[in-house]
């Protein structure tokens, strides 16, 4: 490909391999950009004290993509010089500390892919159907994203 | 005839994860989920945290009207927890 031909691209990913932070920056990467932002969210091992031995994952994949596509063109609406955006989430088992998410976005100058970075992540949480499930020592939850309109606070 | 989707905790409560369901052509999405819990009456449970998703849009539990096709996409959504 010509490098006057850096058309933007999305790079939409789920899978159930350990995600690459290095792979997922690497495709964003421009000539023409400056700036590539990064949001890796990663596993903790505690909530309200109990013990987090790890994260389970599951989404209604096809759904989950195109609802990411969806975020990556509101992205391009608000912020037109974004270059490269990449969401990659993983399924399946997530040990601590590892990432579940990592979203990367390029642009020329540094405050668009910050915004974008952060309008991205915001956003998944309250439109995109996948589901984390944290496991304890002797009993699961399956976890609701206060961003998400349909949940009941918690009881 | 539809194919109904179940994730997280719905899946759990209905024991399955995917099913094919016979519904009228045209439902009220309230009406849709009365028809599930009847085959499932376990997801009575999580019905004031529930959407749907028809054909893969987003679809609240009232009175909107659905002109569902066979072989449409029903999803079951509990509350998400991406990222």
């Keep these: 490909m010509e490098e006057s031909e850096d058309v933007p691209k999305d790079f939409i990913e789920l899978k159930s391999e350990k995600l690459s932070v290095d792979e997922v920056s690497e495709l964003v990467v421009s000539p023409y950009c400056g700036a590539v932002s990064l949001f890796i969210g990663t596993t903790r091992n505690n909530f309200e004290g109990k013990k987090v031995i790890h994260l389970e994952y599951e989404a209604y994949s096809s759904m989950a993509e195109t609802e990411i596509k969806k975020i990556c063109r509101d992205v391009r609406q608000k912020w037109p010089s974004v270059k490269h955006i990449a969401v990659h989430h993983r399924l399946g088992v997530v040990p601590i500390t590892e990432a579940s998410v990592i979203i990367a976005v390029s642009s020329p100058h540094r405050a668009e892919s910050l915004e974008a970075v952060m309008y991205c992540i915001n956003t998944l949480k309250a439109s995109v159907p996948i589901w984390k499930k944290e496991i304890y020592e002797d009993e699961y939850s399956w976890k609701e994203n206060k961003e998400c309109f349909w949940a009941n606070s918690e009881k | ?83």
Excluded: M, N
């Design chain 2, 1 to 83: 005839q539809v194919s109904v989707l179940y994730f997280a905790r719905s899946a759990e409560l209905a024991g399955l994860r995917c099913e094919t369901l016979s519904v009228p052509r045209e439902i009220t999405s309230l009406q849709l989920w009365e028809e599930i819990v009847k085959v499932h009456p376990r997801l009575a449970l999580i019905r004031d945290q529930v959407v749907f998703a028809v054909r893969q849009e987003y679809v609240l539990l009232g009175d909107q009207l659905l002109v569902l096709e066979p072989g449409d996409e029903v999803a079951i959504i509990p509350p998400i927890s991406g990222g």
